[in-house]
């Protein structure tokens, strides 16, 4: 135990922002009705930890599971327009709530609720950071949550784990806490097999370990542990560490930013996306999709552009600068990229040498139909 708590403290060492995910299982009791007394503590640990000097925020589930408590339903609704009406109930209770707890410990905090399209839009991403950044420097502790209240499916981020990957992106965080119903990664379902383990430190992301991730969400949430590995792949790859822990005891969270050996630690990569990449490949809204041959695929995992030459279809209608999905001859989807031409102009150039672009569009914007600065490979990060 000793060793695995030094290899802790090595790990998690300098960590100075915090992003503490917490979900409704853990917010509500089994009827749906806000925990009060378990919130109270979630604050007073998140508090402290502020006046210890780190840089805190929240990201919040419980806005349809606190409406569910106040009128009086015991199942989540089914359609759209309900959850959303039971939510801009919820989110008010749960706001208020919040704000009373954080003032009792001489806490400010902020709301921010969010929406793909915040994360989508590049002046909205850039405006969301500026604004949690302001926050913290202020020592005001943001607290946000998806604008479930008239998000639609188009705009919607989906679940709260994700949303808090996303967050961990914008504000460059040290270290993302995801606190749940569950006590970590285990390699096999612990309700089942009694002899499952616990996972206390993941170096690598791969398909064993999101095999391992089974299983669905309680009534009242969204997501299961698949989406909390997600999220993980999702925060290392920034360069975020990940903690999955047990949200049953809220002091939890203090014994995993003090580096004690709590849930299941996912290390972050020791080569990180830059921010504009990762807002590429995971914050975007992606207008079509650009298939390339071997020969463009081999190209771009040497760093090297997409030119029009290696372009063999176009799907999807874009404008020039839209982010674009790049897809292998497999159809595996390899990458993310901002399109210097239509979609309408790629038709016309695809599979043509980029010296012939003027002559065929009668202009020419760039050699590239995507440049390497501009793209974020998935698959494999080089």
Request: proline share 1%.
């Amino acid at each position: 135990m000793k060793n695995k708590e030094n290899k802790r403290e090595e790990i998690l060492k300098n960590i100075q922002k915090v992003v503490v995910k917490v979900g409704t299982s853990t917010l509500t009791k089994e009827d749906g009705n806000l925990n009060v007394e378990k919130i109270k503590k979630i604050v007073l640990e998140l508090s402290n930890l502020s006046d210890k000097g780190y840089d805190i925020v929240l990201v919040t589930s419980g806005a349809i599971g606190a409406g569910m408590g106040k009128l009086n339903m015991t199942e989540r609704p089914k359609t759209l327009h309900e959850k959303q009406a039971l939510a801009s109930v919820g989110q008010v209770a749960l706001t208020h709530l919040y704000q009373m707890l954080f003032h009792e410990y001489n806490k400010t905090m902020g709301q921010l609720l969010l929406t793909k399209g915040d994360f989508s839009d590049r002046r909205r991403y850039l405006n969301a950071r500026n604004v949690c950044n302001t926050l913290l420097k202020n020592k005001i502790i943001p607290v946000i949550n998806e604008n479930d209240a008239v998000v639609s499916d188009e705009i919607k981020v989906g679940d709260n784990d994700t949303l808090s990957a996303l967050v961990a992106g914008l504000i460059d965080a040290d270290l993302l806490i995801i606190l749940s119903d569950v006590q970590g990664l285990y390699n096999k379902n612990p309700q089942k097999y009694r002899d499952a383990t616990l996972m206390e430190i993941v170096g690598d992301i791969n398909e064993d370990i999101k095999n391992m991730a089974g299983g669905e969400g309680s009534k009242f949430g969204t997501g299961g542990m698949i989406t909390k590995i997600i999220a993980a792949e999702m925060a290392t790859k920034i360069g975020t560490h990940l903690v999955i822990s047990s949200g049953e005891n809220p002091q939890n969270i203090t014994k995993i930013v003090e580096k004690e050996n709590v849930g299941t630690l996912f290390v972050k990569k020791h080569k990180k996306i830059s921010s504009k990449k990762y807002w590429l490949a995971y914050g975007t809204n992606k207008k079509g999709i650009l298939t390339i041959d071997e020969g463009a695929e081999s190209a771009l995992y040497k760093g090297k552009s997409l030119l029009p030459v290696g372009i063999k279809s176009v799907e999807g209608a874009f404008n020039k600068g839209s982010v674009v999905k790049i897809e292998n001859m497999k159809k595996e989807v390899i990458a993310m990229g901002i399109s210097n031409y239509s979609s309408e102009e790629i038709n016309l150039i695809k599979g043509q040498h980029s010296e012939d672009i003027e002559n065929i569009l009668g202009h020419k914007y760039a050699d590239e139909a995507v440049h390497i600065d501009n793209v974020a490979k998935i698959n494999k990060i080089v």
